[in-house]
């Protein structure tokens, strides 16, 4: 079933990119990489002088824009130290975008079954990371959002498969170089997409770094300590030659990326558990929109691995062992993946962090959900064969672990390609579609622009349930950055006072009553059916 589930999740990663639009985001992140490309900051042409986030140089880097760039120039899509806003260019870094996602899931699968000695526990943990909706959704997509949880998840594997003893001395090993790679990697995505993510990462480090003291301290093997901090360095020295305006000053780097990230001012609101949240939202805010993103038999698993952690936690205290007693690779493991799924919304919970759209912030607890899911089927599958469960309730517990990663899989293929407005049957009661935040992306404008007639000009706009609808502020859809919209403009009549209108549905809006329904983008959920936007006649 694991198999057939990555199958799966692989053609959508591969097709996804192709059938979603250019979303919110993307137009200014390719504004940046144009900046940088023509030897400035990575930020937006005449933006240099604003203050705060949108201005500064030390929030966004350019880590995942050099893929991407790099992926259009191979593909004859965009010459070298140049952008295009073409459709070809467009898919390709959408197509980036799902390479990282699907390497998360690999490399997600790989750290867990080393670190279980079950490569049927690794396999699982692949496949039930593509069957969480919203980690396959953005995927499509999302520049800022999928790097990051990449980059964070590389490393956390990295430090996983460090813990995992090698070679006496300082004799390398492919394990040593693995981990390095890893290392690496996870600091260039990680910390050269979104700058501040340097905290979260070096708090991990911290702590691989206590557990190998207690590892050395209690006569167990060495850590590769040498090769985790040589793909530290490595991957800094990439970000530096990368982008030297803002790694060449460690100390203001330091300062001027936590302040400058907590500096954004959004004034919209997220419909969440039928509340619509400003953008400092209430504590409750990121736990609603985590357990309803995950798919509740995954979420099950995870908990389960929360178990076993604790239950060899208890052990060990009640031996009074934990100096004599030198730290596992799979206690390790459930560490590090509590500090990449706690830490850093934690502390965006008590400082009180800027927060919407639901979980696209916050992506990469994702991926330690679905690690923490495969510690915690370890811990089942040793349970049952222990023998402590009998036969049917190994079959029983054989059947749950195959829905846990089907049921998701199917519903998230027939919301396919907006798999990201997924929430989970118990978040889901009352419904869905009037109660959560849907296609904030507008990844439904490409979908939409064919409903719209050759030769019609297509406007584009927003419809929310606690704002009037004014015509005055629709806008061409037709534009450089979404080649798809552009229209033929012929000189055809139209009606008067009527505009083929495109409208994207925000915070539970409906079709304003000036309108006129003519299409709409939809999905169904469980019976349920998902307006995700319209066409209308305005």
């Not at 980036?96 to 079950?118: E, F, K, M, N, W």
């Not at 037709?478 to 229209?487: D, L």
């Amino acid at each position: 079933m694991a198999l057939l589930v990555i199958v799966a999740g692989v053609a959508q990663l591969a097709l996804g990119p192709g059938r979603s639009g250019v979303t919110v985001d993307e137009p200014t992140q390719v504004e940046r990489t144009k900046s940088w490309l023509d030897g400035g900051d990575y930020v937006p042409n005449g933006y240099e002088r604003l203050a705060g986030t949108v201005g500064s140089k030390y929030v966004y880097g350019p880590a995942f824009a050099s893929l991407a760039h790099t992926a259009n120039v191979l593909t004859g899509q965009e010459p070298r130290g140049s952008v295009s806003f073409g459709n070809g260019a467009a898919v390709n870094r959408h197509l980036a975008s799902s390479l990282l996602a699907l390497l998360t899931a690999l490399v997600a699968g790989q750290a867990i079954g080393l670190a279980t000695s079950s490569r049927i526990v690794g396999l699982w943990t692949t496949a039930a990371l593509l069957a969480i909706p919203i980690w396959t959704g953005m995927g499509f997509f999302n520049p800022k959002d999928t790097p990051v949880a990449a980059g964070y998840t590389f490393l956390s594997a990295a430090l996983i498969l460090g813990a995992r003893p090698g070679r006496p001395g300082w004799k390398p090993d492919p394990g040593d170089l693995l981990v390095l790679l890893l290392a690496g990697a996870g600091v260039y995505f990680a910390v050269g997409t979104r700058l501040a993510m340097w905290l979260p990462l070096a708090c991990s480090l911290v702590v691989f770094a206590a557990l190998s003291l207690q590892r050395r301290g209690s006569g167990g093997a060495p850590m590769r300590w040498p090769a985790v901090v040589a793909g530290v360095l490595l991957g800094s020295l990439c970000l530096l030659v990368l982008y030297p305006a803002a790694f060449s000053n460690p100390w203001e780097f330091a300062t001027n990326t936590l302040g400058d990230s907590s500096d954004y001012s959004w004034s919209g609101l997220t419909l969440t558990a039928g509340q619509l949240l400003t953008a400092h939202p209430p504590w409750w805010y990121l736990p609603a929109w985590a357990f309803a993103s995950i798919p509740l038999l995954i979420g099950a698993a995870g908990l389960s691995g929360l178990g076993g952690l604790a239950v060899k936690a208890w052990e060990t205290i009640r031996r009074r062992a934990w100096h004599e007693t030198p730290i596992g690779v799979r206690e390790v493991a459930a560490l590090l993946v509590l500090v990449q799924l706690l830490l850093l919304p934690l502390g965006s919970m008590v400082t009180g962090s800027t927060m919407y759209s639901g979980l696209r912030q916050h992506l990469y607890l994702v991926p330690a959900v679905a690690m923490l899911a495969g510690l915690g089927v370890s811990y089942l599958l040793g349970l049952a064969g222990s023998r402590r469960v009998g036969p049917a309730g190994s079959w029983l517990l054989a059947a749950a672990l195959s829905a846990a990663l089907l049921v998701p899989m199917v519903e998230q293929a027939r919301l396919f390609p907006f798999n990201y407005v997924y929430v989970n049957p118990v978040a889901g009661i009352g419904g869905v579609n009037d109660r959560w935040e849907g296609d904030y992306w507008f990844a439904g404008l490409k979908e939409a622009s064919d409903e719209v007639p050759d030769g019609a000009t297509a406007w584009c706009g927003k419809t929310y349930a606690n704002r009037r609808f004014d015509p005055a502020e629709l806008e061409p859809c037709s534009n450089v950055e979404r080649p798809y919209a552009i229209q033929r403009q012929a000189d055809l009549p139209q009606a008067a006072g009527r505009r083929w209108v495109i409208l994207q549905r925000r915070a539970g809006g409906e079709v304003p009553a000036q309108c006129v329904p003519a299409g709409a983008v939809t999905r169904t959920l469980r019976g349920e059916k998902l307006d995700l936007a319209w066409v209308v006649r305005c």
